[in-house]
């Protein structure tokens, strides 16, 4: 029998050539068990088992399933038994770190972000669209400008709270359209030291007379008052009111 049956391909490999050869090596033993006194043979024997060696040794550091880069957005790969594992980095998910999170902040222009399993989902402000809330729609009939920021008027009353959860970052410019109209100061963190939502002081105050009072303690958000000619007040933060927008012009980099 040609012992020279084993035919390895540099850069080629895969269970089947292992699978061959280790019954190659099998054929050899049955058929040569008697011819081992041949001292020929015997080397051509040993030199047959280690090309099998090699060739194992081959297939198993080219299949590495790590050697193809799965892991996306800078994930680490890890091999675990025939499969690989991704380390994703913070704000990204699944298999291959090919989820981004919220944890990235990807929603613009004050969007507010969610989870899900496909992803994020952006829930976007009036006058904003866009995957991530970027693609700028306001019409100048909704928009006011003043002092170079536009302001939106926004008469879907809601409570304080959400009003900031929605990013309706509220100022203190307001115009007198009816009703109660929501500011963005409080003095939730503090009692008696009322801030700007964007964390500074308020440095001046237009508070109605005997304002503010902080009715049965817990009246912490700042209203602009309609029945005391928009002076300011202290208010419950559940309670409805209009609220402000503002942000830069669309075309503005901030």
């Not at 090309?51 to 790590?66: A, E, R, S």
């Not at 994930?75 to 989820?99: E, I």
């Not at 613009?108 to 952006?122: E, F, H």
């Not at 963005?184 to 237009?206: C, I, K, M, P």
Request: charged share 20%; net charge negative; proline share 2%.
């Amino acid at each position: 029998m040609n012992i020279y049956i084993l035919v390895v391909i540099i850069g080629v490999c895969s269970a089947t050539i292992v699978q061959h050869s280790q019954r190659q090596q099998e054929l050899v033993d049955e058929e040569c068990s008697s011819c081992a006194t041949v001292p020929d043979l015997k080397k051509e024997l040993e030199k047959l088992r280690l090309m099998i060696t090699q060739v194992d040794k081959l297939c198993k550091t080219q299949v590495n399933p790590c050697s193809k880069n799965p892991c996306l957005n800078g994930g680490k790969c890890t091999v675990s038994s025939s499969s690989y594992q991704c380390k994703c980095l913070n704000g990204y998910s699944g298999k291959d770190c090919q989820v981004e999170t919220c944890s990235t902040n990807p929603c613009l222009n004050s969007g507010t972000c969610t989870d899900s399993s496909s992803g994020y989902q952006c829930i976007c402000l009036n006058g904003f669209s866009g995957k991530d809330c970027q693609v700028c729609a306001i019409s100048a009939n909704d928009w006011t400008l003043y002092d170079g920021n536009y302001y939106m008027f926004v008469e879907n009353a809601i409570n304080w709270n959400n009003a900031q959860n929605v990013g309706a970052w509220l100022r203190s410019q307001a115009s007198h359209r009816g009703g109660g109209w929501w500011l963005g100061a409080s003095d939730l963190a503090q009692e008696g030291a009322w801030r700007w939502t964007s964390g500074n002081q308020v440095g001046y105050s237009e508070w109605a007379s005997n304002q503010p009072d902080n009715a049965s303690s817990d009246q912490n958000c700042l209203q602009l008052w309609d029945e005391k000619s928009y002076r300011w007040d202290d208010l419950w933060c559940s309670y409805d009111r209009y609220y402000i927008c503002q942000r830069k012009t669309c075309n503005s980099d901030d």
